[in-house]
Structures are given as structure tokens and as C-alpha cells.
């Protein structure tokens, strides 16, 4: 992990401020605070090589942990798991698993559900804390593996998500949440999502993703996120979406985000639908050979149309973004295909070089209005499609490749093994 972490910071630029952030993320108390209570999963029916350590885990909860500021230990060594936990409602926490966990039950929902957590801290104190979801064997039929809810000063760092039957990690609403120091290792197939965060004043870096579904994705309601240093090495590639009605979005920043593979290296994604997406910067973008590049699609074909007539795309900034699809005139690698009933508004592209393997691409453009590229410059009325060839852009190069990339993502139906 430490390796992945000097990586990510030395091979992309790293970073200054804090940026989109409005205050303190993170738990509010120390990790020696939490450790004035050590409740170990072995002393409350838990045993190393368990056949189902779900049960040890809430007892150690209900029975030490709540009301304290206490450390739910889950000691190295392996450990199967067939019963899934909610730890529900307690403060001032931490949940150290230095074990691996196996999933065995293939019952849906989600391994292990914290919620309603104030002051909280998931971690592994020796980087090799892991949930391998051996999803091979149920693909997409099975639980998820790790979801946070509506919790609030919390981090989750230095943990090992391996092969979730469906999507790994999952912070649903809260605030000042900070997620770094992970790696996931999905299959290469849809509905492997790697992380997926909704909610406010959340910090996620320093994350590599394997899968072939979004890396680190936006959903709705969303606002003031700092994403930085991510690695969607054989991934999917990042978005935000899908967003239908009721989409409430805005002050977001994405930076120094590495793409390697993937099916784009950021996708916006609705179709109809209501709300705003504003105020979104996405800077120093690296990606090599994926599918599609800078996708904006308000008709993705994939998701249900909401009711309302589009959800309104404004102050959206790409800067800095460097890389090449596969084949830009099949899939080009700008595209805003915008909602005809409510045109984006200030797009802006600085410093943008995408370019095409094959050496030949277009641009299209529908109803977006901005800077660069194929939008126009200003208006409020709808457009046709657009299709544009374009040329190699100047100063164009080819990003580097970096140690450890992979050529191709996992298989669906074969173990996964932990990094
Ligand atoms: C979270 O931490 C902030 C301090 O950074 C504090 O103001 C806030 O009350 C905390 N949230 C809860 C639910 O205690
Ligand atoms: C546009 O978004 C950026 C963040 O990318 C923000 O700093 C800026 O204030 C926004 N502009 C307006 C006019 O809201
Ligand atoms: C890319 O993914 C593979 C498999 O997860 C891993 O071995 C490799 O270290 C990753 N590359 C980096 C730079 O993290």
C-alpha cells in the first residue's frame, strides 16, 4: 500500500490545498483515544480460522464497543464469514481488522454496514487487512462488501478489497469522511463498481482500483469532494452518475487521476431527469487506450429515463488532461452530448490533448455551450449533433505507462488472489 501511496504521489503531481474541502474531515479523536478499550473479536466468541466470524463481530460491537471509545479488533489470521453485520449508532470507535475475510454466504446486501457512526476510523494497522469477496462465484448475486451510512467524521484507510460479488466500497450520505490508502481488485466486468460516494465534505485519496466498472464515481446528492490521486488501472474509469430526477451536485474537484484501460476516463452519465450538476474542476488527467475519453452523455442508453427534461449541466472545467482512446472515430475522445431541453452551460476545456491510437478521430458535440473544442461559444437553445475530425492536438504526447499497469483486467470466473 505504502508503495501504491509513493507511486500515486511521486509518478502524479501532488498537491497543495485542500481545495473543494470545507472543513475537517476525518475522525475527531485519536486512534490511541479509541484504544483505551481493546475489544478483540477472539475474546467474544471469534476464533482465527472461523467459519463465520459475522456473529463474533456483533457481539464484540453490541457487548464492548458501544457507549466507548473502543477499538473493535479483528486480530491477523484468516477468517470466513457467512452472516452480515450492521454495527449500528455508536461514536468515538475504530474497527482495526489486520485479519483477511472470506466471504462464503452468497445472501445479498453487504458484508459488513457501518451506520450512523460519528468519530470513526476502519483501518489495518499492517496493510494487509482484506475482504475477499471471491465474487467468481457468485457474479453479481451476492452481497457487496463494505458500505458506510449516513456516518459522519470517519476515515477508512489502508484496507484491501478483493473481488466483490458486486460493488465494493460504498459511502452513502454522511460528511467529512475520509477514504485513502486503498486497493481494490475487482473483476473485469460490469458491476464492479470500486468506490461509489454520495454525501458531503468527503476526501477520497490515494486509491488504485482494478475492475472493469467505475473507479472512484460521483452520485447524487453530492457536494464539496476532494478526489485526488487515483489509479483506475484496468478499470472502468471515473464519473458521476447515472443522475435522473432530483440531481443536487456541485463544488466537486477531481485531480491527478491515472487511467489505464477503461471504457472512459470520465464519464458524466443521466438521461432526463431534474437538478443541477455545477462548479466541477477536473484537473490533471492522465489515461492511456481507453474506449471513450471525456464523455459527456445526457442519452446514455443504459439507465431508465427520469421525468424531468434534463438535468442542468453548468461550470464544469477540464484542465490539464492528457491521453489517447483506442479509436477516436468509433468513440471519440471529446464528446458532449447534451440534454436538447437544457443545454450544458460553461464547459470549459484548458489544456486538454486527447488523441486517438489509430492516429484518426472526431469530436461531437449536442447543446453544449463553452470554451473549446466543438462547443459553441454561447447560448440557451438546443443543437443538433455535431460531428467533427479533428487533428492531432498540439503538444500532444503520449503519456507515460506506469510500473505495475496491467495489460488486462481480471477474469470473471477464476479467484482473484490479494495484493
Ligand atoms: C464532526 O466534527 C466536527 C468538528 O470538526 C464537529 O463540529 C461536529 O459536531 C462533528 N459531528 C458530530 C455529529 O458530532
Ligand atoms: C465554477 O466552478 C469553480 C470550481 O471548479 C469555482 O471555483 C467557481 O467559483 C465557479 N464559478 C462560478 C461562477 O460559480
Ligand atoms: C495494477 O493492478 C495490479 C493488479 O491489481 C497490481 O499488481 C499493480 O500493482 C497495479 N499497479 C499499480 C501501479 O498499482
Redesign the pocket.
Known sequence: MLTTRFLLATLLTASAAYAQLT??VGP?STTTAKRAKICNVLDYGGTIGSSDIGPAILNTFNSCVKGNYATLYVPAGSYDMATWVTLNGASNWAFQMDGVITRTSTTSGHMIVIQNA??FEMFSSNSAGAIQGNGYQCRNAGPRLLRVITS??FSVHDLIFVDSPEFHVIVQGGS?GELYNLAIRGTNLGGSDGVDITGNNHWVHDVEVTNRDECVTVKSPASNFLIERIWCNQSGGSAMGSLSDGTAISNIVYRNVYTNGGNQIYMFKSYGGSGYVKNVLLQNFLARGTAYGLDVNQYWSSQTPGTGPGVQFTNITFDTWDGYVADGVARPPIQFICADATPCQQMILKDVRLWSATGKAVVKCESAYGTGSCLKASGTTSYAITTSSITQPAGYTVPPTLAGDLASGFATNSPIPIP
Open positions: 472543513g475537517h475527531t460519528n468519530d459522519t467524521n467529512n
